[in-house]
């Protein structure tokens, strides 16, 4: 899908630092005691968070997806050099279209969105979603973030949220909700906030 190659065509990544105090490591750590087995995480980009997340011991292995075959060739070439031997074999990248997830059903224990959705065209989002419940297990955990609203608006923005939306289209998407909330760790202005939030795949699914 041309529309999303041209517009995802770069690589998001500002260093340890930045990587290591940015509101998705933090969520991390936060919710650390979900994760588990397999994750995958959505729209990784650079990739650096999918190390994060391999860090937690409970975590047995990490596939990153994007569109974007640059920043996955980063991903593997620079960022995983960043971590040990036992923290890098955890983590793979696959180069795919989050409408069309080139993976097995019901495989991850926990699917990670960090702010991606927000990128996806408003016409495309009810397959992402449904590509995100095929390849989770039964009851298995959406852990989300993405901007509040026009919070940190740019030119690869297409979509835009606030709570009753996003839990809307989870829903649709047969999730159930466990907690959403406006998020303003990373500022207390509304140019600043984000959305987290926990979803679970319905248990009586496959």
């Not at 596939?63 to 996955?72: A, M, T, V, Y």
């Not at 593997?76 to 990248?93: A, H, L, P, T, Y």
């Not at 989002?125 to 298995?140: A, D, M």
């Not at 989300?144 to 989870?170: G, M, R, T, W």
Request: contains cysteine; glycine residues 4%; charged residues 30%.
């Amino acid at each position: 899908m041309d529309k999303y190659s041209k517009k995802e065509n770069y690589v998001f990544d500002f260093g340890d630092d930045w990587n290591r105090n940015h509101n998705k490591t933090k969520i991390v750590e936060e919710y650390s005691h979900l994760l588990k087995g397999n994750v995958a995480e959505m729209g990784c980009n650079s990739g650096y968070h999918c190390f994060i997340i391999a860090e937690n011991q409970n975590v047995e292995n990490v596939i990153g997806f994007d569109i974007n075959e640059d920043s996955l060739k980063f991903a593997d070439d620079i960022n995983r050099k960043k971590f040990s031997s036992e923290i890098s074999k955890k983590v793979s990248f696959i180069n795919t279209n989050l409408s069309k997830v080139e993976y097995d059903d019901s495989f991850f224990d926990v699917v990670i969105s960090f702010h991606t959705l927000e990128h996806i065209y408003p016409e495309d989002l009810k397959n992402v979603l449904k590509e995100k419940n095929r390849v989770l297990k039964s009851g298995g955990k959406v852990l989300l973030s993405l901007p509040y609203k026009k919070a940190f608006d740019c030119n690869q923005h297409v979509n835009y949220f606030d709570l009753e939306k996003i839990e809307k289209e989870l829903s649709e998407a047969n999730f159930i909700k466990e907690e959403l909330y406006i998020d303003k760790r990373m500022g207390d202005t509304p140019q600043h906030f984000c959305i987290t939030g926990v979803f679970k795949k319905k248990i009586n699914e496959k």
